[in-house]
């Protein structure tokens, strides 16, 4: 999700003159575009402020790696910290906030002169801290904002903006905001539940924000809800929104506790998984792995090849390592091909690496993903000429898991690769093959099959990578 193709393209349509800043590291994991990365920018900050810029935006990315799913996942992650000065200290407050009785908590109406603007009393609500007092005002602003981006570091994920403030406030939207007080990193949290990873909130968000999603809907089938695979889970129920306005009553949340909803509250366990999967479908786990050129000629035995893995904490990846369609080793990061292993001719050794975390019920979550290294390994009498490799990803999709008729099959992989996949009975009887295309979608009549359990396997150029259990009602 890097947006360096974006800001060539608003290069190339604005003259811009650069601007460059100090940029420090606050938590380094990996190479910039092998990780998310997130870019914390200063604002009412002077010069003299921007050590405590940092110390701010230090405790603001230990206190996100300190909750979870950020704590087990805190090795995908990169942080940086763009010290831009201002010319004075905080933030505007107008004193034009509707929704309070102003000055509100006894701060006085002042306009500061800051990089971005940051003010309270957006859109007539105190504690709406923003860039610029409306969405018309905040055009130029926002423009400001990526150009820094731009000229400071194009490779980012998610940007964030700190504004030195220890009054209450905070905005979601492209690029969140908040105050730097007790709860600043929390109100960054949410906000960062929406802007990277697609959470609505669950408080009613208003009928122009409501809409199908992670954490919102308006199923109530315990069958059919997206969420069904938690039910009963850690308090996740389905749970009407409650206000007086609009169609609030039309739409449902899956807790009722959760930081999406309070900011004192620690994610729930479907805002978790939501996470995660963004988290997967931004990073390959595998972050380097060797024999790494395209050629590798005249090795000599034993050949070893392993994997470096970007593993969560506690590690939850799971490898399976296949040898010409023959399983070798699993849960390893390295094996070692001897000679007498080898076929004449083309050999073919397959590693496929998957997430086993709880926190993602795969069983019926509709998408998972499948990371592979395919090595060619080509034999002669004289020994092996050549070793080339290509790496694969695969996004897969079952749904309705359970279900009585028909399920779906949908898969996506970068190298289009067919896959076939082979349904199998609780006591081993192959049922149903299928061959999916990339990028088809394949509905499977299975209502005469009898009720029970069914392991679906996925076999990649006839290499097993992964199996999924369905469940027919």
Request: aromatic share 12%; net charge negative; with cysteine.
């Amino acid at each position: 999700m890097k947006h360096v193709l974006l800001i060539v393209l608003f290069f190339s349509l604005h003259a811009v003159t650069a601007q460059v800043f100090n940029v420090e590291a606050i938590k380094i994991s990996g190479d910039d575009d092998k990780r998310i990365n997130l870019v914390i920018l200063s604002e009412g900050y002077q010069s003299g402020e921007l050590t405590q810029f940092i110390t701010d935006a230090t405790n603001f990315t230990n206190t996100m790696f300190g909750q979870s799913p950020f704590s087990q996942y805190a090795n995908y992650f990169n942080v940086y910290a763009i010290k831009i000065p201002s010319n004075e200290s905080g933030a505007d407050h107008p004193g034009t906030a509707t929704n309070v009785t102003e000055p509100y908590n006894n701060l006085p109406t002042k306009y500061v002169d800051t990089y971005f603007n940051a003010t309270y009393d957006s859109f007539g609500t105190h504690w709406l801290l923003y860039y610029e007092i409306d969405g018309n005002s905040a055009n130029n602003t926002h423009a400001k904002i990526s150009t820094v981006l731009a000229n400071n570091f194009p490779m980012y994920d998610q940007a964030m903006i700190l504004v030195n403030s220890t009054e209450y406030g905070g905005s979601g939207g492209d690029f969140p905001m908040a105050y730097t007080g007790f709860w600043g990193a929390r109100v960054v949290m949410h906000e960062l539940g929406h802007s990277l990873f697609d959470l609505k909130d669950e408080y009613y968000p208003g009928d122009l924000l409501a809409a199908e999603a992670i954490n919102m809907t308006q199923e109530t089938d315990p069958n059919l809800v997206r969420w069904k695979n938690w039910l009963g889970t850690n308090n996740v129920g389905i749970y009407q929104y409650t206000c007086d306005t609009g169609n609030c009553a039309d739409w449902y949340k899956p807790h009722q506790n959760c930081i999406m909803e309070s900011i004192d509250k620690p994610f729930c366990p479907v805002c978790k998984e939501g996470i995660i999967e963004k988290i997967h479908s931004l990073v390959s786990p595998i972050d380097a792995y060797s024999p790494i050129s395209n050629s590798v000629s005249n090795p000599s035995f034993p050949i070893d090849f392993s994997l470096d893995l970007i593993k969560p904490n506690p590690n939850t990846l799971e490898s399976t390592w296949n040898l010409n369609t023959v399983e070798i080793a699993t849960n390893t990061d390295a094996v070692s091909i001897l000679e007498t292993d080898l076929n004449a001719g083309m050999n073919t050794l397959t590693v496929a690496v998957t997430d086993a975390t709880t926190l993602l019920r795969v069983d019926n979550h509709e998408t998972f993903h499948v990371y592979t290294v395919t090595w060619s390994i080509d034999n002669s009498a004289l020994g092996v000429k050549d070793i080339t490799r290509e790496e694969n990803k695969f996004n897969i999709s079952i749904y309705p898991n359970p279900t009585n008729n028909i399920i779906t099959f949908k898969a996506e992989n970068s190298l289009d690769t067919d896959l076939k996949v082979d349904l199998i009975s609780i006591e081993g009887k192959k049922v149903k093959t299928v061959t999916l295309s990339n990028y088809e979608t394949q509905n499977i009549d299975i209502s005469h099959l009898s009720e029970g359990i069914y392991i679906a396997k996925f076999y990649a150029n006839n290499v097993f990578i992964v199996s999924k259990k369905i469940i027919k009602n």
